[in-house]
């Protein structure tokens, strides 16, 4: 007999807006704010956050959430949206917009109006649940100034 082998579908939602009016340096603030955080962490942390950048990612969190819930349900797995965690979140540079604005003596001046591509993802529920990843912070090291020993100096 023929060993029936299924596989577990991996389940990875994300969302993506393009073309956000806004500059991608601005939005990269707000973003790494969020990132780890449990769904509902992030939601409320992007509520009470005073940027205009935090209500456009929250907009793209809510339609990750819903990607992830649409994609449990039509694969039939188990979907917990209170364990969802920002996996992945980045901020690319869009299109810049060129414009024109007047200067002295008949000439002009360049200047460039930014966009940026918001992108939030969820992991795959099968390797969150094997692997129950929690984000760790940690500090970095320190370096020390030069690579000379200490015992060099306390001869000095």
Not at 3 to 11: G, N, Y
Not at 55 to 82: C, F, M, Q, T
Not at 121 to 143: D, F, G, H, Y
Request: proline share 6%; with cysteine; net charge positive.
């Amino acid at each position: 007999m023929a060993e029936v082998q299924t596989q577990q579908a991996l389940i990875e939602a994300h969302a993506l807006a393009r073309h956000v009016r806004m500059s991608p340096q601005k939005a990269r603030l707000v973003m790494d704010l969020i990132r780890g955080q449990k769904a509902q962490d992030a939601l409320q942390t992007l509520k009470y956050t005073p940027k205009r950048a935090a209500k456009h990612i929250e907009k793209v969190l809510r339609s990750a959430i819903a990607n992830a819930e649409r994609k449990a349900e039509d694969s039939g797995a188990p979907l917990d949206v209170d364990m969802l965690f920002v996996a992945q979140c980045f901020v690319n540079e869009g299109p810049r917009w060129k414009r024109l604005r007047p200067a002295p003596m008949g000439r002009a001046f360049r200047y460039q109006k930014r966009t940026a591509h918001l992108w939030v993802a969820w992991p795959s529920i099968t390797w969150r649940l094997r692997n129950a990843w929690q984000p760790t912070w940690r500090k970095p090291k320190r370096r020390r100034a030069c690579a000379a020993p200490r015992a060099v100096f306390a001869r000095l």
